[in-house]
């Protein structure tokens, strides 16, 4: 069964320093993989997918197939990127139901 | 504009009372999904739905039922609510495509006394 799994419950640094976002899934095929951010009390909203290969906000993240990871990155973090993050697993095709990470809360001191 | 949306956003209610949570899209995407939001818990699927007339439990469907009668909509129904589903419960909704993304209603914040 595939499955996403965030191994930070909780990340917190300082302005200015970089962050990472750590996200590993299991799955037997060829996933797409998606990161969702959540700004206090609003809505999830995508931050960006492996497919398209795009930086958003300064957000990247790459596919790793030997590792299974996805993680996020931003070399610079600022205090706006403080937020819910979460990593999904969609399955190729779209034949199945997707999965969500448990998600990391990320926090950004001035 | 593109969107998905949910009513009410808000509701408190007590033990035992019906309640129906409406979700409407006006993409014409063929999957729909319910999530309820926990503190420590993420985001878990309650039920989904791959097209009209076609449902199918998620992670956590004890105590909620679904329809998909209609495309566009997909309510959520809790025939007798109890205080262990107070939550935030989020409708979401993407095209049965590889790699297209889930969008987001704005969420239902509800609480069982």
């Known amino acids: 069964a595939q499955r996403v799994t965030q191994p930070e419950k909780l990340l917190s640094v300082f302005k200015g320093a970089p962050v990472e976002l750590k996200c590993n899934y299991s799955?037997?095929?060829?996933?797409?993989l998606f990161w969702y951010v959540q700004y206090s009390r609003q809505r999830l909203q995508l931050l960006l997918r492996h497919i398209s290969r795009e930086s958003i906000k300064g957000f990247t993240a790459d596919l790793n197939k030997g590792e299974t990871s996805f993680h996020l990155k931003k070399p610079f973090a600022q205090e706006e990127d403080s937020a819910m993050y979460y990593c999904?697993?969609?399955?190729?095709?779209?034949?199945?139901?997707?999965?969500f990470g448990k998600g990391t809360k990320l926090t950004v001191n001035p | 504009e593109a969107q998905v949306t949910q009513n009410p956003r808000y509701l408190i209610t007590v033990t035992g009372k019906k309640l129906t949570v409406t979700c409407s899209q006006n993409?014409?995407?063929?999957?729909m999904s319910w999530y309820r939001q926990d503190p420590g818990l993420g985001l878990r699927q309650i039920y989904y739905?791959?097209?009209?007339?076609?449902?199918d439990k998620g992670d956590v469907p004890e105590g909620y039922k679904v329809s998909r009668k209609e495309k566009r909509n997909f309510p959520l129904i809790l025939e007798s609510p109890s205080p262990n589903q107070t939550s935030l419960y989020f409708c979401a909704s993407n095209r049965l495509a590889g790699g297209s993304p889930q969008y987001f209603g704005p969420g239902t914040r509800l609480t069982v006394l």
């Open positions: 999904a697993l969609a399955p190729q095709g779209g034949s199945e139901k997707l999965v």
């Open positions: 739905s791959m097209n009209v007339e076609v449902t």
């Open positions: 799955y037997s095929g060829s996933p797409e």
């Open positions: 993409m014409n995407h063929e999957y």
